[in-house]
């Protein structure tokens, strides 16, 4: 959400090897959820690290 209490349409999501899901990101447009996820694939983790549209699950 942002302050204005619209839905922010894009989400980043990091998912561990055990299958559990974590919300580290919204963001407005499908390209910068996609810059954040790529960030934090280079980071060096061994996370996964998707994006996904609101309301939508891969």
Same mark, same amino acid.
């Given at each position: 959400? /942002?302050?204005?209490?619209?839905?922010?349409?894009?989400?980043?999501?990091?998912?561990? @090897?055990?299958?559990?899901? *974590?919300? !580290?990101?919204?963001?407005? /447009?499908?390209?910068?959820?996609?810059?954040?996820?790529?960030?934090?694939?280079?980071? @060096?983790?061994?996370?996964? *690290?998707? !994006?996904?549209?609101?309301?939508?699950?891969?």
């Amino acid at each position: 959400m /942002t302050d204005s209490g619209d839905a922010v349409p894009w989400l980043v999501i990091r998912e561990d @090897g055990n299958g559990n899901r *974590y919300r !580290v990101g919204s963001y407005a /447009t499908r390209a910068e959820a996609e810059r954040a996820a790529a960030q934090l694939d280079n980071a @060096g983790s061994e996370q996964l *690290y998707v !994006v996904e549209q609101v309301g939508r699950h891969s």
